[in-house]
């Protein structure tokens, strides 16, 4: 039996397709804000602030493995429910979210260690979400695109370990955005450009010291998009540290749009 612990974006739904398609058992925690898995019998919806529920449901179905996926935001505590090995639980979390949504879920994987329960890789059965080193589209970067995407790489390097962004905007050799707690699209939508077009280049790599067993910087359709309107001309991941959706989608999309979509 695998436990998975699901939040929002649609990450979720492919892995849970590919171990219904493998008739793997399994349980769902949903912490999604949502509720969107509540139409699966096997799905139980629970409070962040629910220690005590989510230990006693993943040792009772003998749990021993458990799978995070799907964004799971910043609760407001003040409103969260609770019960008792949640409150007792609840400073660690508090003083993890200070610091971003990812620590929130490291924080909870170090609970689950405390009571034999192991965390595996998101991408466990769903590899071929990850892409390798290699350019997809037919656009490849050129020279001065290059000199954009070693700006970034650069700029990203350089945050500390305990920064939240993921993502950096270039266009000229300038860093045009650094990602924040909104996230990519939020970011995207700053950039959005009326004398740029298809100059600059979105690049999306872990953060520092990441566990990369969860919350891999993750891209889709939407994202291509986003970079499109934002007038940007590509976007760079990281060799298998990357979940990408929709990978003939939006290789057919970047194509028709004259994008680039390069893994390093």
């Given at each position: 039996m695998i436990g998975l612990i699901f939040g929002d974006t649609s990450f979720p739904i492919e892995i849970l397709k590919k171990i219904k398609?493998?008739?793997?058992?399994?349980?769902?925690?949903?912490?999604?804000?949502?509720?969107?898995?509540?139409?699966?019998?096997?799905?139980?919806?629970?409070s962040i602030g629910q220690f005590g529920k989510i230990i006693s449901l993943l040792k009772g179905?003998?749990?021993?493995?458990?799978?995070?996926?799907?964004?799971v935001s910043?609760?407001?505590?003040?409103?969260?429910?609770?019960?008792?090995k949640g409150i007792y639980y609840m400073p660690r979390i508090i003083k993890s979210s200070k610091i971003g949504d990812a620590?929130?879920?490291?924080?909870?994987?170090?609970?689950?260690?405390?009571?034999?329960?192991?965390?595996?890789?998101?991408?466990?059965?769903?590899?071929?979400?990850?892409?390798?080193?290699?350019?997809?589209?037919k656009t490849k970067p050129n020279k001065e695109d290059k000199k954009?995407?070693?700006?970034?790489?650069?700029?990203?390097?350089?945050?500390g370990k305990y920064n939240y962004s993921q993502g950096t905007v270039v266009r000229n050799k300038k860093v045009v955005a650094i990602e924040g707690k909104g996230g990519t699209e939020k970011m995207l939508k700053k950039c959005n450009s009326k004398k740029f077009r298809n100059n600059g280049v979105l690049v999306k790599f872990p953060k520092k010291k990441q566990d990369l067993r969860i919350d891999l910087p993750t891209v889709g359709l939407k994202t291509?998009?986003?970079?499109?309107?934002?007038?940007?001309?590509?976007?760079?991941?990281?060799?298998k540290q990357n979940v990408f959706l929709d990978k003939n989608k939006c290789i057919n999309w970047a194509n028709k749009n004259k994008m680039f979509i390069t893994v390093k």
């Open positions: 398609k493998k008739r793997l058992n399994y349980l769902i925690i949903d912490l999604s804000k949502s509720k969107k898995f509540k139409k699966d019998r096997k799905s139980y919806s629970v179905n003998k749990c021993k493995k458990v799978l995070f996926a799907g964004k910043k609760p407001k505590f003040s409103n969260l429910k609770m019960d008792l620590a929130i879920l490291k924080e909870i994987i170090n609970i689950l260690k405390e009571q034999s329960i192991k965390t595996i890789s998101s991408l466990s059965f769903n590899p071929e979400l990850s892409l390798k080193k290699g350019n997809y589209s954009d995407i070693i700006k970034a790489i650069r700029t990203l390097n350089k945050l291509l998009k986003h970079c499109r309107m934002a007038g940007l001309k590509g976007i760079v991941l990281k060799n």
